[in-house]
């Protein structure tokens, strides 16, 4: 008898999120940390480095961006299909300074067919950093073999 592994939702979600992490020198190299992941969800993590800072010695909103825009990815591609940013905002609503742990939280809007819409907040402890808003297209591939999936 042959019997094929089923995975839950959360589960596919999480296969997805450490397919997805073993080949993101990006986020690892910024030493962002993988929080949470859930279906349409993920929060991740950054503390403000030196080298993160900018001459106003706040942290440069490209690095805020970047956080936010990975958070967005492991959400986007929570459910095994591979899927790429189509369009990124960011609105800056205060600055994150030296030493700030940084916290993208990721949440899906609308996915339709192949594209989806998510929200990202980026907080320092109670303070808004910043709001991101991420368009995403699904591209042909998964992250998973699909024989793994509950229907």
Known sequence: MNVKATLSSEDVARACADAMWKEDDASKGLGMELVEIRPGQAVMAMTVQAHMVNGQRICHGGYIFTLAD??????????????VAAQGNVTFIRPGKLGDRLVATAREISRNGRSGIYDVSVTSGDSVIAEFRGHSRVIPGTWLPDTDIKA
């Not at 990975?70 to 899927?83: G, L, V």
Request: net charge positive; charged share 20%; aromatic share 14%.
């Open 70 to 83: 990975s958070a967005f990815a492991f959400a986007c591609n929570s459910r095994n299909d591979r899927a």
